[in-house]
Nanobody, 127 residues
């Protein structure tokens, strides 16, 4: 069974940076795409970015483009989300999720393709 554990969430001021980590363990060969989602209070969970293990392709939603960068370390089975120029509206719980599909072959920004989720890490952007 694949397990995902997020870390790196914190309280940060607007304009600051954070790096989130998503460590995979267990049956790590079962997944291809790993995505980051976030959920703000009172809002639905939304996709942020996705990276495929098969070819390293990456995808990012418009609101994160130019500010957030997804990357991976296959040797450590870890996916990172580097976040810069954080805004108050980036506040929320950030989750990583795994799918057997490559990001580009599925609706990566939707929750449905993902069978494994982490417990989330909280990001608070506030002055």
């Amino acid at each position: 069974q694949l397990q995902l554990v997020e870390s790196g969430g914190d309280l940060v001021q607007p304009g600051g940076s954070l790096r989130l980590s998503c460590a995979a363990s267990g049956f790590t060969s079962e997944y291809n795409g790993i995505a980051w989602f976030r959920q703000a209070p009172g809002k639905e969970r939304e996709g942020v970015s996705c990276i495929s293990r098969s070819d390293g392709s990456t995808y990012v939603k418009d609101f994160a483009s130019g500010r957030f960068t997804i990357s991976r370390d296959n040797a450590k089975n870890t996916v990172y989300l580097q976040m810069r120029s954080l805004k108050v509206e980036d506040t929320g719980v950030y989750y990583c999720a795994a799918t057997v599909s490559a990001c580009g072959r599925t609706l990566w920004w939707e929750p449905q393709p993902y069978g494994t989720w982490g417990q989330g890490t909280r990001v608070t952007v506030s002055s």
